[in-house]
């Protein structure tokens, strides 16, 4: 049955159902953000994301992190934003800091009596995997006594080739101890950690335990004005065990955080940590015993000088190092290290909202020894120029970036390696102005260069091959609106990629790719509750090999697609999508009159029709069920005539309950469980006859529920 067959009734349905209820709209956005992607708003978790962009191009940050940091946090972007204001820090410390003083005892009210806990529960299931995680999060303040402990089990299943794979984690940190003042505590705490496995594929056990019962002093300083700082020292006793080694020996962790703020023109915070052991390690494969120190710090910092001011300078900055004594896979104890440095700094001038000019640089360092490549160790350089003007109208962006990268593996194999040198240059510009009151323009054109070169370390056998890669190309969007119920925009992008191999041996690789994509779409809203959206493409991908034209080829492809949006009550909306798509692609070869022509050699066929129901019976609850058609057919030419080669069918139907319910006054159970039901079957052709095949089937369910109380 024809797919078109069944758009026209399920128009006719919608038409009918259909009831004078809004329909979905956006807000109007400045010329600036006039082509932005309002789909970064749609979410269900009962926030709101107004001033998106508007707030993200203020944090200088992308849309997508803004709404991402919020999601997590379950706050909208403005209360972020007020208390990354309050706090004086980056909006994505925020969620961190929170979580972090949560758990402090130094940061708890003196109160008498205070006793918290809450507990958590998850469980996931999918065809071949489930899973279940227990947490609990218990705080006892008892006058200046205190008691934390945080507990996280976790239980996993797999079945693979019809055999089922147990996994077991637990862990539990329990800290307690004496607040002698707002600044000072000591105390001990225990970290106690397990995994096992039963991996059957494994004749070896799979599993480690970690034991650790330290000393615990934590302190907090406000020595100044604008100045605070935090220290805390943990060390005692380890024992661990794998599966591979057994330590016991001493350890200790030592971090902090430093910060200073002098009003609206200086920030400055650190953060540092360093963990260490001295430990007496035997391989359990070798018997084989040795004493080990094992070391690793990190350091991170973030300063900002006039970050109100016309005239802003921000860097950011980093350093990780790590020694591990460890067997390898024979058993031989040896040190694991790993290097990493980075930092940059930016010099931003914001002029006024709509003017804007900045200059960025960053360095990075690694280098890390590792059991499978040996030593490797990479640099970074790069510089970055962005700036934003108005010009008789017109809104202009700009961005020039350079990067340089140089890499090393001198043990790729046993007798050698190869070092990479990357070089990248990228030139972009960009143009926004409203024409006309409904009718807005965007130009935008680019250039680029990637360069690769590779040297061979030692006795190498074959390494990366040189290349260079060159990227040019333009995209002209324009939008209309014509009222509220209608819009209409087109765009055509044109791009040029040339690869240039330059080792003799592959240079009939080196090829010239244009592609040509043209866009028209549109939204009409019918009726009050009813609209409709489509999307027409044409595209031509022309590939040119310089040294071998027999292989030059051309790819098309056009395709529509068209969805009709309905809300039939406020708790109803249904989405109904059909997609068709036509893909011939073939070689064009010059001829004796020095034309090309096309010829086609196959043909591509795809369309599907899918459709969402959403019925949401309580603000806690909403059902959903999303039935999927596809078909698609291939043919190619093969003695001047048009065969066909395969048939693919596929269908599927999904139903999930989303679910986000209150549980009494204290617990809240949230998550989604449903069913999935899919079914395939390919048909081959030999010789234009169709080859009888089975139709493969999946019927399981999914789902993910989380429950968690507080007392």
């Known amino acids: 049955m024809?797919?078109?067959?069944?758009?026209?009734?399920?128009?006719?349905?919608?038409?009918?159902?259909?009831?004078?209820?809004?329909?979905?709209?956006?807000?109007?956005?400045?010329?600036?953000?006039?082509?932005?992607?309002?789909?970064?708003?749609r979410d269900t978790l009962d926030l709101r994301f107004d001033h998106l962009f508007q707030l993200a191009d203020s944090l200088r940050m992308t849309p997508d992190?803004?709404?991402?940091?919020?999601?997590?946090?379950?706050?909208?972007?403005?209360?972020?934003?007020?208390?990354?204001?309050?706090?004086?820090m980056p909006v994505d410390s925020v969620g961190p800091y929170l979580a972090r003083e949560r758990v402090s005892p130094l940061a708890a009210a003196d109160a008498g009596w205070s006793n918290r806990f809450s507990y958590g529960s998850a469980y996931t299931f999918q065809e071949t995997r489930t899973g279940w995680t227990n947490t609990g999060d218990y705080n006892l303040t008892?006058?200046?006594?205190?008691?934390?402990?945080?507990?996280?089990?976790?239980?996993?299943?797999?079945?693979?080739?019809?055999?089922?794979?147990?996994?077991?984690?637990?862990?539990?940190?329990?800290?307690?101890?004496?607040?002698?003042?707002?600044?000072?505590?000591?105390?001990?705490?225990?970290?106690?950690?397990?995994?096992d496995s039963d991996d059957p594929s494994s004749i070896n056990r799979v599993g480690d335990s970690r034991n650790e019962y330290q000393l615990s002093l934590r302190t907090r300083q406000r020595p100044l004005n604008g100045v605070t700082s935090e220290f805390?020292?943990?060390?005692?006793?380890?024992?661990?065990?794998?599966?591979?080694?057994?330590?016991?020996?001493?350890?200790?962790?030592?971090?902090?955080?430093?910060?200073?703020?002098?009003?609206?023109?200086?920030?400055?915070?650190?953060?540092?940590?360093?963990?260490?052991?001295?430990?007496?390690?035997?391989?359990?494969?070798?018997?084989?015993?040795?004493?080990?120190r094992d070391v690793i710090g990190s350091l991170s910092g973030t300063v900002s000088l006039f970050e109100a001011a016309t005239y802003s300078l921000g860097s950011t900055y980093g350093y990780q190092n790590s020694r591990v004594g460890q067997p390898d896979e024979v058993g031989v104890i040896q040190d694991v290290s790993s290097t990493t440095a980075s930092a940059d700094v930016t010099l931003r001038g914001q002029f006024t909202p709509n003017r804007m000019l900045s200059v960025s640089g960053?360095?990075?360092?690694?280098?890390?020894?590792?059991?499978?490549?040996?030593?490797?160790?990479?640099?970074?350089?790069?510089?970055?120029?962005?700036?934003?003007?108005?010009?008789?109208?017109?809104?202009?962006?700009?961005?020039?970036?350079?990067?340089?990268?140089?890499?090393?593996?001198?043990?790729?194999?046993?007798?050698?390696?190869?070092?990479?040198?990357?070089t990248t240059h990228t030139l972009d510009g960009t143009l926004i102005r409203r024409l006309l009151p409904r009718l807005n323009a965007r130009l935008n054109a680019f250039i680029g260069i990637q360069r690769y070169r590779y040297q061979v370390i030692g006795d190498y056998g074959t390494p990366p091959v040189s290349r260079d890669n060159v990227q040019q190309g333009y995209r002209v969007d324009g939008s209309y609106t014509l009222s509220d119920n209608f819009n209409t925009g087109v765009t055509l992008d044109v791009t040029r990629i040339q690869l240039v191999n330059l080792p003799s041996a592959s240079t009939s690789a080196n090829s010239t790719e244009r592609l040509y994509?043209?866009?028209?779409?549109?939204?009409?809203?019918?009726?009050?509750g009813l609209t409709a959206t489509q999307r027409n493409t044409v595209a031509a991908t022309y590939r040119a090999f310089q040294f071998s034209g027999q292989n030059d080829r051309l790819i098309l492809d056009y395709n529509t697609s068209t969805t009709l949006n309905a809300v039939l009550t406020p708790r109803v909306t249904i989405d109904v999508s059909h997609f068709s798509q036509v893909t011939p692609s073939g070689n064009y070869t010059p001829e004796a009159d020095g034309l090309y022509y096309f010829r086609r050699a196959d043909e591509s066929r795809a369309q599907s029709l899918s459709t969402r129901v959403s019925y949401i019976p309580t603000p806690g609850l909403s059902l959903t069920l999303e039935p999927f058609y596809r078909s698609s057919e291939?043919?190619?030419?093969l003695n001047g005539a048009s065969q066909p080669t395969r048939d693919d069918r596929n269908l599927s139907f999904q139903g999930n309950a989303n679910l986000n319910l209150p549980v009494g006054a204290r617990g809240q159970l949230s998550g989604s469980f449903g069913r999935t039901y899919f079914a395939s079957r390919g048909i081959p052709y030999i010789a234009g006859i169709p080859q009888a095949t089975p139709r493969s089937e999946t019927d399981y369910w999914v789902g993910s529920l989380n429950l968690s109380w507080r007392l």
């Not at 970074?380 to 809104?395: A, F, I």
């Open 2 to 41: 024809r797919l078109f067959r069944l758009a026209i009734p399920s128009l006719a349905l919608l038409l009918a159902l259909s009831q004078a209820f809004p329909g979905r709209a956006q807000e109007a956005l400045p010329d600036r953000f006039a082509f932005a992607d309002t789909t970064l708003l």
């Open 65 to 88: 992190s803004l709404r991402a940091i919020s999601i997590r946090y379950r706050f909208s972007p403005l209360r972020m934003v007020g208390l990354a204001d309050s706090l004086r």
């Open 142 to 195: 008892w006058s200046q006594l205190f008691l934390n402990n945080l507990t996280t089990i976790q239980q996993e299943r797999f079945l693979s080739g019809g055999k089922t794979t147990l996994r077991e984690s637990r862990i539990a940190n329990t800290e307690v101890g004496w607040r002698i003042n707002r600044e000072y505590s000591v105390g001990g705490r225990a970290v106690l950690g397990r995994f």
């Open 232 to 292: 805390n020292a943990f060390s005692g006793l380890l024992d661990f065990t794998s599966a591979r080694q057994a330590k016991h020996g001493v350890t200790s962790d030592f971090n902090g955080r430093f910060r200073h703020t002098s009003g609206e023109w200086w920030l400055h915070e650190v953060t540092g940590q360093i963990s260490s052991s001295l430990a007496r390690t035997r391989a359990l494969l070798t018997g084989s015993v040795e004493n080990t």
């Open 362 to 422: 960053n360095f990075s360092n690694s280098d890390q020894v590792t059991a499978l490549s040996g030593p490797t160790s990479r640099k970074v350089r790069g510089v970055l120029t962005e700036g934003r003007d108005v010009l008789l109208g017109w809104s202009v962006e700009g961005r020039f970036k350079s990067t340089f990268s140089d890499g090393a593996i001198p043990q790729a194999s046993e007798t050698g390696g190869y070092s990479e040198d990357f």
């Open 517 to 528: 994509r043209a866009e028209w779409r549109w939204t009409y809203r019918l009726m009050r």
């Open 634 to 637: 291939r043919s190619a030419n």
